[in-house]
């Protein structure tokens, strides 16, 4: 079987891998706050998963954690530090190298954030050739080998074509393969499956799951499908309007939730069939 990594990542190591410390996000425009404190850490191996409504300052959470804030967007308060390196007191340089290869992330709409009139395998080459320093033949062959690791059937083929030709999972795929190519220790998956079907959704779950358990992946999973948090997070955060309401071990949110918000969010999510995902003994 392809190996994911490179080198193998302890799962025992107790030092954080990411550690957030009551983070504030504010808008300059209107001078608005909207993430109020937001605090967690994760070391290899572990997921935290941020669920809550639309707006409520997930995806601004994992934009300040990539170093990447919108225009007019700043960290107001608070301290973000991704393997011992504190990323407000980094230079330029640092945060480049941080990203992709020790953080890195996928986002929704995965066609996007390809280059259409390039094939997608040379795109990942890129990665591999700029981050861990391969000759292009290396860098091919690796690129090739990852997305037989993300199961892509026939890498060699999809290697060569372009993002218009895959399908929106096969994408996804090919995009998880980008964002592992230089063997990150966290990564976040920004509502990462909420586009696909349910049958390629479950599949890229359990590729995450694999990365987490067989590569030390630290991950953390955005999404407003409380099911896909149940299944992959150690940790839940539950956010309203910037705020985090509840916070806690993902079966304790989910089976005893204390605030009257997430009570409403898991009730909403029944129809979605919860149960299925959540056992007492946890992911
Ligand atoms: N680029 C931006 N320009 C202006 N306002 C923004 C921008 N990004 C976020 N916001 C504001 O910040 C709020 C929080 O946005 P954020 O994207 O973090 O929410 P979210 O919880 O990830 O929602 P969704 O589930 O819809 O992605 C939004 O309601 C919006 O008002």
Redesign the pocket.
Known sequence: MTTLTETPVSTTALDPVLSVRDVR?R?Q?DDRE??KGVSFELTPGKAVG?V????????????AVLGVL????EVAAGQIHVAGLDIASATREQLTDLRGSTISAVF?DPASYLNPSIQVGPQIAEVVRVKKGLKRRAARRRAVELLAAVHLRDPELVYSQYAYELSGGMLQRVLIAAAIAADPRVLIA??ATTALDVTVQAEILDLLADLRENAGLALVV?S?DLAVVAQLCDEVLV?RD?EVVEQGPTTRVLYEPQHEYTRLLITEHEQYGLEKFLTREGP
Request: overall charge negative; charged content about 20%.
């Open positions: 996000v808008g425009v909207f993430v941020i809550g409504e639309s707006g409520s300052g997930k995806t601004l959470t994992c934009r919108p225009e007019h967007f929704q920004d509502e955005v407003h956010m910037g």
